[in-house]
C-alpha cells in the first residue's frame, strides 16, 4: 500500500478524537439572590397610622365671651367648654352649674348669668335648673332630679332653698366637707342654725345621693 494514503485515516482517526473532546463542555451554574417580595417591601415602608381621636360636637351660649358650637376631645369637662368659647362674662353665674361635669357629644352648655338666677328663684321659689344640659341625660329631669342635693349643691343652689341665706348655706358646706356626705335629708337638722322648722320647710325640695 502506498504510505500516501494508509496516513488518511490515521489523520481522520485523530480529527474525530479532537471533536468529540470539543463536544463536552462544563456548564457554569449562576444562582441568583432571591428578590424581596414586593409585599414585604411596601409593609416595611409604611408608616404606623395615628390613632383618630373622637371628637364632640358641644354647643356653649349663655354668658360666655364667645357662644358657639364647638368640637371638644372625648372626656372634656364643662369648664373645657367654657374655656373654648373664651371664658364666662362678667355677671355670668358660675356656680350655677357642675364644671367637674363630663360633656356629653351634641350637649348643650348655657350659662346662666346671676340676674337670670335671682328671676328665676322669685318666679320658682325654689331652686333653678334652667335647660343646661339639652340634648344630654340630663334634659328633661323628673321631679326628683330638680331637687337640691344637699351633698353637692354649692351656695347658689343652697340659697335658692326656703329660709337658706349665704351664711347657712356655707355652713352646711362645711358641716358635709368636716363630717362626709348626709345620709339623708333629715341629717341636714344636725348642722348648725338648722332645726325643725327649718327643716320642714326645705324638706321637700330637697334630696341626698
Not at 111 to 125: D, N, Q, Y
Not at 144 to 158: H, W, Y
Not at 186 to 205: H, L, N, P, T
Request: charged content about 25%.
Amino acid at each position: 500500500m502506498n504510505k500516501k494514503y494508509w496516513r488518511i485515516p490515521a489523520v481522520l482517526f485523530l480529527a474525530g478524537i479532537l471533536c468529540v473532546g470539543c463536544g463536552s463542555s462544563n456548564e457554569t451554574v449562576i444562582l441568583e439572590e432571591p428578590l424581596q417580595s414586593t409585599e414585604n417591601l411596601s409593609s416595611q415602608e409604611e408608616e404606623p397610622a395615628e390613632p383618630e381621636v373622637a371628637l364632640y360636637v358641644v354647643h356653649v351660649c349663655g354668658a360666655v365671651t364667645a357662644p358657639g358650637v364647638y368640637e371638644l376631645p372625648a372626656h372634656s369637662r364643662i369648664f373645657d367648654a367654657v374655656e373654648a368659647a373664651g371664658g364666662f362674662t362678667a355677671g355670668a353665674a358660675q356656680d350655677a352649674l357642675n364644671l367637674a361635669e363630663l360633656v356629653q357629644d351634641g350637649m348643650k352648655v348655657e350659662i346662666p348669668t346671676e340676674e337670670e338666677v335671682l328671676e328665676a328663684r322669685e318666679a320658682a321659689g325654689r331652686a333653678w335648673r334652667p335647660g343646661w344640659m339639652e340634648g344630654s341625660q340630663f334634659g328633661g329631669a323628673g321631679e326628683e332630679d330638680r331637687k337640691v342635693n344637699i351633698n353637692t349643691a354649692g351656695v347658689n343652689e343652697l340659697t335658692a332653698l326656703s329660709g337658706i341665706g349665704e351664711a347657712r348655706a356655707q355652713d352646711i358646706i362645711s358641716y358635709r366637707e368636716e363630717n362626709g356626705p348626709f345620709q339623708s335629708i333629715e341629717d341636714i337638722k344636725k348642722v348648725s342654725g338648722i332645726k325643725d322648722a327649718v327643716f320642714q320647710k326645705i324638706k321637700d325640695e330637697i334630696t341626698v345621693s
